[in-house]
């Protein structure tokens, strides 16, 4: 007899057999303890002023989710999808709002969360932008940062992983839309995927046409 589960378990596998989805950087497994770590240490830090969660489109929608359930606080909940100005390969910092909060910030305790950080400049901007809204205050927790490649000064409360500076894709994270529903994070495969080279181009500043997410420059 197969199950709804198991059923599930063979569409990922036949998912991450694809050419493109390249060696397990980080498993699901180590996401999901992580996860629960992190949730852990919020509600400590947290205790008595359950934050607001941002999480910035379309990435971190996983991760938030997963984070949020690990947080024994009564938290609230918004996003926000950003776009960044640049060429193909670089980011300029500097950002278009696409969706903006629906609550306001004045006096809250907000916590940005975020799916990956590269370049910073990015996530430097939206902070700058969210300050400007007299939060309580303002912390920032990422899933993934990009080891040695931060352009700027990030102010990072809390890190799930520090990973090498590769392109990856899955729990989120995505190449052209594709690929965010993996359940583990992998190294992308770009040499075995068509029209690779424009895709990674594309995300690498995603923000900047709204088609993909930020991940090689973007952030």
Known sequence: MTTAGDESVGQLS????YPAVGRV????????????????????DYAGRPPLLVGVLKGAFMF?????RSIQLPVEADFMAVASYGSATRTSGVVRIVKDLDVDLVDRHVLVVEDIVDSGLTLNYLQRYLLARQPASLEVCALLV???QQRTAVDLRYVGFTIPNDF???????????FRNLGA???????ADGQAD?????QATGRTTGQATGQATGR
Do not use: C, F, P
């Open 198 to 202: 424009g895709r990674i181009d594309r």
């Open 185 to 191: 994070i992998h190294l992308y495969n770009g040499e």
């Open 168 to 178: 990856v894709v899955g729990y989120g994270l995505d190449i052209g839309e594709r």
């Open 146 to 148: 990009k080891e040695g």
């Open 64 to 68: 938030m989710t997963d984070l949020s």
């Open 25 to 44: 950087v980080v498993s699901e497994a180590d996401l999901q303890a992580r996860i629960a770590e992190l949730g852990a240490e919020i509600t400590a």
């Open 14 to 17: 036949r998912l991450e057999s």
